[in-house]
T-cell receptor
């Protein structure tokens, strides 16, 4: 089974802090994604990566950056956390080939609260 | 740009009833994928069912089936013989075949199955 894990289920940070959210997948997937989930807005793509050291902006990249130094790990960074970044953050991964290439596998999510 | 709309924020039915969740989308693409994802309370998002736009036959997975109307750009999910474990947020999602691997999600429908 594909397993996507995220470093924390719940996180509380203060305004202005630098925040790191970590995601690890164990299926050698090429593609990795960071979404944020807000009530009434569904999931919105922040950033994605299709290879090590490669990244692409999603629909709402402002205030975020990402890092992918190893294939299995994709980090989301909030350089200076703000209250409007309080949200649920979901990581996902997918393979670029084969029967499952169109399916994204999701982590459990990190609920981040910025005070 | 593609958009996905779920017009039912919440739905509630009795156990064993049949329920249909609505989804419409907008795209200029001719070939694409559509998905329904399920997010149970405090649990990971999982894929329920997928549909390739070039296939006319509606996809089915056990108690879950879709009504795909390509011309109307409609993609509804029918859950037959609903069970308490079907209680979850349901998200409709769109994916292009070519280009970026990202999903575009609808706003979600919170479905509650009552005993």
């Amino acid at each position: 089974d594909v397993k996507v894990t995220q470093s924390s289920r719940y996180l509380v940070k203060r305004t202005g802090e630098k925040v790191f959210l970590e995601c690890v997948q164990d299926m050698d997937h090429e593609n990795m994604f960071w979404y944020r989930q807000d009530p009434g807005l569904g999931l919105r793509l922040i950033y994605f990566s299709y290879d090590v050291k490669m990244k692409e902006k999603g629909d709402i990249p402002e205030g975020y950056s990402v890092s992918r130094e190893k294939k299995e790990r994709f980090s989301l960074i909030l350089e200076s956390a703000s209250t409007n970044q309080t949200s649920m953050y979901l990581c996902a991964s997918s393979t670029a080939s084969g029967r499952l290439r169109n399916e994204q596998f999701f982590g459990p999510g990190t609920r981040l609260t910025v005070l | 740009a593609q958009t996905v709309t779920q017009s039912q924020p919440e739905m509630s039915v009795q156990e064993a009833e049949t329920v249909t969740l609505s989804c419409t989308y907008d795209t200029s693409e001719n070939n694409y994928y559509l998905f329904w994802y399920k997010q149970p309370p405090s649990r990971q998002m999982i894929l329920v069912i997928r549909q390739e736009a070039y296939k006319q036959q509606n996809a089915t997975e056990n108690r879950f089936s879709v009504n795909f109307q390509k011309a109307a750009k409609s993609f509804s999910l029918k859950i037959s013989d609903s069970q308490l474990g079907d209680t979850a947020m349901y998200f409709c999602a769109f994916k292009r075949i070519q280009g970026a691997q990202k999903l575009v999600f609808g706003q979600g429908t919170r479905l509650t199955i009552n005993p």
